[in-house]
């Protein structure tokens, strides 16, 4: 039984957070957020695959191999990539200074940083922003965390659920942004989750590594995969349950809810794509194996012809049954039945009478989805992504600016 | 000396084309292209590697088997794919009545369809304009024909050189469409090559394939291959060259210029792609192999974050970075150069302090270069693309009303 409750990443025991401004952005958003354990907490990570890191990923990705950390401090407008030597510097002095305020070791202390590349970090404003977070951390900051991590991002992202678990009650609470850039494996998101779970740190990692293929990674808002991405999970035990150590029910459970958590969070991220209007859930069914159905679920959900048709409602599925062939996976045309909604639009690869006022309807909702069965075995995928809007064009062609 | 002469495809020796309207795409736009030449000629032909083929497309692909072809007839406005057994027996008809009224066999006659997919072919109007086109046949109708196969194309695609081969003026013309789902290999493009140029079938047939790769392999729009594309190239011998049977320089002669026509309707295509507002060159150097060039240049090519921020005429070099990043090709991120024009953004994949005046009045030009150098190889690799702009989404949010 999983209970969605409120609170966010400070929902669970034990957790602080805060979001500040600083002024990288420059228009008093919030842009710096910091979440913290009272104490140490075993910590897993997954990282963008993109060959270019940034700098301040770059640190996260050693100061995690411990496998202990306190806090995660990340700063939105400046990603701190692409700046040389001055990056590595500035990440180190950000993990020092905030590891300083917390009265911990500077290993224990993860960064991110999250938006334009190339530019240096304006440090006497973060410097600033870092002093007022530690200052202003609270078992209620979960929400000014998850807005201070915001770039295009129109909402703040955060959900937090309540399990069982050897007899207490556990929580995990979680906060993400992404709003473009986004596409498996980590793009353009970051997502910080937090549990009062007591657990092994092996585990805590199989579940994360294992819940990640099927839920950020199948998200797409636009095929790009960014350079400062990264998902982090703290379980920091205070939950006090008497310790998740095998792969027995109790680990299930943990591992369903950590699913719920971050389905829900992939979909928001989906919806709140840049330019969307709309959240589509495209699925494959009957592939013949694991990595055709991937293939076929991917080039769907990145196709712009099939995107910018959902967003002009058009039940064009011709552009559908084009990504699917061209995707590399395996299928006979002849065989290819499309649905729009429950709507049949193609069986066996043919073209059907369909009633265009009902596709109509079914493309007009908030959420469209697409079915494609391929007959040709029994695997399936799934992926979330959105329309793809004139707001899309008019974000990006003057993001710096 | 390649000399650019007027005629399109009806420059070469012994070719006739015409282009009618009749009624396909009901808005009295030419949408029946016929292309004949007097005599028989050698033929070839690269065809889409979508696994989903229109019944066009699969009866050309059988026909040419014998390497011969008389003409090739095209409609716009309809796909001829994904209507079932209807559409394999009207791509019969409709080589069966061009053959009939040209005198010749059915197999000698191609066939090609462009539009939108899963809508049956409207026969009475296709029957009615193949025999205008076939009427209206005349040395003077390269244009009209290249009219006749645009879709959303504003502009029709033709161009036609004169090369001296074995002391003979050899001509090639050409005509091609391709405005949206363009990318490698063969996406929604086609074209039509004529020579009449006396040159064995197996050396027409390695010039072709040859020269694709490096040209019309190369364009990118949107990421997107289609079901029904093609590029067809008849040579028909009339300029009475003793004839090309050897890999010899009057080869290489005749290669160059094909590759020149190509490489121009290649850039006329990328320059015309759907909302575009600028031509960009995007090459990369220094790749430790050839897949690896290909990779980064097609990642970027592709990348809607780079080409929205080229519509905005932003020097945002952290988009080309991190699609290079993402591309799986190999480099070390601390080497990469990128230069927008001849304006070095990137060094040593540090961000340089640059005149962003400068940068926008490059960005402000019709033409755009990019070049990214890895400096991990000698390998290098090329492609044409365009910005991404606001009407690419109108074009296609409403493609089918």
């Known amino acids: 039984m999983i209970n969605v409750i409120s609170g966010g ?7 602080k957070a805060s979001g500040v401004s600083c002024g990288i952005k420059g228009n008093k958003s919030k842009d710096i957020a910091l ?19 940034g700098h301040s990923l770059q640190l996260t990705m050693e ?22 030597k001055d990056g590595d510097k500035d990440a180190k002095e950000i993990a020092e200074l905030t590891a300083n305020l917390l009265n911990c070791q500077s290993e224990n202390v993860l960064v991110g940083s999250t938006g334009v590349i190339g530019v ?24 000014d965390a998850a807005q201070a991590i915001m770039t295009t991002d129109l909402l703040e992202k955060e959900i937090a659920v309540d399990i069982e678990i050897q007899g207490e009650r556990v929580k995990i609470g979680a906060i993400a942004k992404g709003s473009g850039m986004i596409h498996p494996n980590m793009a353009t998101m970051i ?23 099927h839920t950020f990674n199948r998200v797409s808002v636009d095929g790009e995969t960014s350079v400062c991405d990264m998902v ?20 299930r459970t943990f591992k369903s809810a950590l699913e719920y958590v971050c389905i829900n969070l992939s ?60 995707s590399g996976a395996e299928f006979d045309p002849n065989l290819i039945d499309i649905s729009i909604g429950d709507l049949l639009v193609c069986r066996n690869g043919t073209a059907l009478k369909f009633d265009e006022s009902k596709a109509k309807d079914i493309l007009k909702k908030d959420e469209v989805t ?32």
């Open 267 to 326: 979909k928001l991220i989906a919806k709140d794509g840049e330019g969307a209007t709309k959240l589509v859930e495209i699925g494959i069914e009957g592939a013949s194996s694991e990595e055709d159905a991937y293939k076929a679920v991917c080039a769907i959900a990145k196709s712009p012809l099939v995107k910018t048709a959902i967003f002009g409602e058009d039940a064009n599925w011709g552009r559908i049954i084009t990504a699917a062939g061209y």
């Open 63 to 84: 100061h995690i191999k411990s496998g202990y950390a306190r806090a995660v401090v990340i700063n939105s407008g400046n990603a701190n990539a692409c700046v040389g």
């Open 35 to 53: 979440i913290c354990s009272d104490d140490i907490a075993v910590v897993s990570g997954v990282f963008t695959t993109n060959t270019v890191k």
């Open 232 to 251: 982090l999970i703290f379980a920091n035990g205070e939950a006090e349950n008497s310790g998740i150590v095998n792969e027995d029910i109790e680990y």
């Open 120 to 143: 240096p970090l304006n440090m006497p404003h973060v410097r600033s922003g870092i002093r007022t977070a530690a200052s202003n951390l609270s078992e209620e900051g979960g929400r």
């Open 370 to 401: 697409i079915k494609v069965n391929l007959k040709k075995g029994t695997f399936s995928d799934r992926m979330w992504t959105c329309d793809f809007s004139y707001d899309y064009v008019k974000i990006n062609g003057s993001y710096r600016s």
């Open 191 to 213: 997502s910080i989750i937090t549990t009062d779970v007591n657990i092994s740190r092996g585990l805590l990692d199989k579940a994360l590594k294992e819940v990640i293929p």
């Open 9 to 15: 990443v400070t929902a669970p025991k034990g957790f």
